[in-house]
């Protein structure tokens, strides 16, 4: 791999959110770590797994600084007009559409199935993994136990995640040993973490198997899954840009993670109007993301499919690229 891929490759977004403030690690010391451990042993057993096994489970794990590293420097702390460059590339571009049109029956399988638009499932494992390329070098057992028993910031969180990668590595008869992914835990064509590949993986080629790792069709149709569980509306808009006379709004918070609180008609104002008129039910919910260009702010309405794609990752910058990077997919892929 030369240094542009591993550059690429440590790129790779997971399908949770990564605060753009993520707290640095403070130090757990060992006997908190034990008491971690212990902790983790009950909750493994109440599970239905053994002693033996759950310790034979957490001895397959290792500490990896270079996981406590990364995740200290998230890339969504850039702003947008050095983040987008990443992935809104030519060379990501013909790889969409020619891996939308290898897949073509299964994409359109996939979309009438869950009522998901097309150009979105490709558009989310063309940025997570470069459709398969670039899916993670770290041993997802390593970095769940990493961030479970020694960053506090999200220790909980992860240390549930390792808990889930045990069910899943029992029911889906996954190799520990060869689990690689991102330094988050996350695998697969789709960078599914734990809990994910659990809860909404679709065997979507009918092997028996919910195979994320090797199958692109089991990944499509476990993307779009994903969304539509999330609510997507298929043919609804995604976001739309806004033309804004002087400041921006005091009174209008830009998003930032939190639950859709306002609504169409909270945001639009004299001051701040749609760049193009469309029809809109100004009472559905909406939130305003800002885009920091070099020299301005471009804001955004963000409708609640902008939102769906929040889920995957809390970033809204990920949002915008996944959404931007959709409509190049769709006008290329169209367009042959």
């Known amino acids: 791999m030369n240094i542009k891929h591993k550059i690429l490759a440590s790129l790779l977004i997971t399908s949770f959110s990564i605060s753009a403030t993520a707290s640095t690690s403070t130090a757990i010391d060992d006997s908190n770590v034990a008491s971690l451990k212990t902790e983790f042993m009950q909750t493994q057993k109440a599970l239905g797994f053994t002693e033996k096994e759950v310790q034979q489970f957490l001895d397959k794990a290792n500490y990896n600084q270079g996981v406590i590293d990364a995740m200290t420097r998230p890339w969504e702390a850039k702003p947008w007009h050095q983040y987008y460059p ?26 009438k199935e869950f009522g998901v638009d097309p150009e979105i499932i490709i558009a989310i494992i063309g940025i997570e993994t470069f459709y398969g390329g670039y899916m993670g070098n770290y041993p997802v057992v390593d970095a769940l136990y990493t961030l479970g028993f020694y960053y506090p910031a999200r220790a909980t969180f992860f240390r549930k995640e390792l808990s889930n990668l045990q069910t899943l590595i029992e029911d889906e008869k996954l190799d520990i040993n060869n689990l690689k992914g991102s330094y988050a835990g996350a695998m697969g064509f789709g960078q599914f973490i734990p809990s994910s590949y659990r809860h909404y993986s679709v065997d979507f080629d009918h092997d028996g198997r919910r195979d994320l790792l090797n ?11 994903y969304f539509h ?67 301005k702010h471009e804001y955004w309405l963000g409708l609640k499919n902008f939102y769906v794609i929040t889920r995957y990752n809390r970033s809204p910058l990920y949002a915008m690229a996944v959404y931007q990077f959709s409509q190049q997919l769709k006008h290329a892929h169209d367009g042959h």
Do not use: C, M
């Open 215 to 225: 199958s692109p069709v089991d990944a499509i149709g476990s993307v779009a899954n």
């Open 229 to 295: 569980q999330h609510g997507w509306q298929a043919g609804a808009p995604v976001a739309l840009p806004l033309t804004v006379t002087g400041e921006f709004p005091a009174d209008v918070k830009i998003w930032s993670g939190e639950k859709l609180n306002y609504k169409i008609s909270d945001i639009l104002s004299p001051s701040v109007s749609l760049a193009e008129s469309i029809d809109l039910d100004i009472s559905q919910p909406a939130l305003v993301v800002n885009l920091e260009q070099q020299d």
């Open 86 to 111: 990443i992935f809104l590339t030519d060379k990501r571009l013909n790889a969409g559409v020619a891996f939308w049109k290898k897949h073509e029956a299964t994409v359109k399988r996939a979309a």
